[in-house]
């Protein structure tokens, strides 16, 4: 499995195991979720994608029970969490209405509870859930800071920001913001000429893609574009979330997939997308088949 470096002593997997539908399985005992986890591991898939409110605040407490079932675990995986939503739930019973919340001694309180949850005493990357219409970005800024100081946390990043809430957030701090998490897949493409995507491959930082199968729609194998992909799948003797996914690693920004299944047979399969090597034209044919008409958003003159 490739790596991508994010600093010089932090690197993540190229695909990453996410956990955002962990506490939805029927089976969430933590020999189950330690399945799980080594079936990763096999493939060279360390990194696990986690945040405070999957699961209404219980993904991580549910990650973190398996863990303690094997110790030695921790030292060989990398563990991603966000903060920053607040849901009216259990935890936020006072609170009225769902928000965001990217104040310190938010940030500070959420990191110490998934520290707790996950039983671990260091995060490998924070990110900032979503971005916050009310940020303080100094404030923000110092306790990511902070943080990092702290040895709580590696390094720190961000999620669904667009260019100018990433530049804002990076103005405040120290540190460097290591990664942006976006949704792009062939069925949301807009990242690939937004600006998102030219923003981060300019900067160097690298960029992770969630629902990189567009929530299991682009597995219907529908449309003008669900033939393409089974076509291609049928010629490599790969299933159509390998080509789909491999259609993101194709791209030069070395995108990490967030790669979310529940299903045991699916997990050991993630990896396939690594042996597919993908040209322009394939990635082309599977671009234009992404728009309804078939066609490429713009025309020649």
């Known amino acids: 499995m490739e790596r991508i470096n994010l600093s010089s002593s932090t690197s993540l997997s190229r695909i ?83 928000h965001y919340d990217t104040s310190r001694e938010h940030i500070f309180n959420s990191v110490d509870a998934s520290l707790k949850n996950m039983s671990t005493d260091y995060l490998d990357m924070l990110l900032i859930h979503r971005q916050d219409p009310f940020m303080d970005h100094f404030e923000t800024g110092k306790a990511l800071d902070d943080l990092v100081l702290s040895g709580k946390v590696k390094e720190v990043g961000v999620s669904n920001f667009r260019p100018w809430d990433f530049n804002l957030l990076q103005s405040a701090m120290k540190s460097k913001l290591v990664t942006n998490q976006i949704e792009l897949s062939l069925a949301a493409t807009d990242g690939f000429t937004n600006g998102d995507l030219a923003f981060h491959q300019e900067r160097a930082t690298t960029i992770m893609a969630w629902s990189p199968l567009g929530g299991g729609r682009l597995m219907k194998g529908k449309g003008p574009l669900g033939k393409v992909l089974s076509k291609i799948a ?45 040209g322009r034209e394939t990635w082309f044919e599977l671009y234009t088949a992404s728009f309804n008409d078939g066609e490429l958003p713009w025309r020649l003159p």
């Open 16 to 98: 990453v195991y996410g956990m955002w539908r962990l506490a939805e399985d029927t089976n969430v005992s933590p020999k189950h979720i330690l399945e799980k986890i080594n079936i990763c591991l096999e493939q060279g898939i360390t990194s696990f994608d986690q945040a405070a409110v999957y699961g209404l605040y219980t993904s991580e407490a549910l990650f973190g029970e398996a863990l303690k079932e094997n110790r030695s675990l921790r030292n060989q995986i990398e563990i991603i969490t966000k903060c920053g939503i607040v849901n009216p739930s259990s935890r936020y019973s006072n609170a009225s209405v769902t």
């Open 234 to 278: 049928a010629n490599q003797n790969v299933d159509i979330a390998a080509v789909a996914v491999a259609w993101l690693l194709a791209h030069p920004a070395k995108i990490c997939p967030v790669m979310g299944t529940n299903n045991l047979d699916r997990i050991a399969k993630i990896s396939e997308a690594m042996n597919f090597r993908m």
